[in-house]
């Protein structure tokens, strides 16, 4: 199938050598992820409690796990690359996380009785990349094992407009 991908233009001069990543081959697979059980995704069905727990029963039945993704757990030391689907989440809804930050907002702001219309706006983002911690191939370790994460409202994404991205670590 063809691609209008093209490699970049951008230069690495003046940044310091370890800012930038080596360049490493990708071999792209796919994986069954749903969202994490602590989303904006999951909250907006409004599920009960029980089930919320047959959910969760749900995605440890298809291994994927309460973090979102097949054979991930929160201390699990695979690098966990991706793009696009759902994140490996160590802590917390990063989707709601991006839109308080967008939105010049605290989580003491989400707490405090904007926790509907932010999690209803939080639907809007989507995992661009996720990078886990990967000392063997990039040489990086994010924190204490932990994941970077680009997330994009959808309606960038569709138009390609990545400058609108935002940048989320997350570690143990």
Known sequence: AGSDLSPSSATHAGLPSEGVLPEVAVRFSRQLTLPPWESSLIQALDLDRHELDRY??????LGVGETG????TEYELSPNHRLLGH???IQGDMAVECELVTSGLSWSDYS???QPEIANRALDWRLLLQLGSDEDRLGVMW????RLCFW???QDLRARRFEEAWLLLQCA
């Open 56 to 61: 969760v029963e749900l995605s440890l039945a």
């Open 69 to 72: 993704s097949a054979n991930a």
């Open 87 to 89: 994140p490996d989440q």
């Open 112 to 114: 405090g009785g904007l």
């Open 143 to 146: 924190g204490d094992v932990g």
């Open 152 to 154: 994009i409202r959808e």
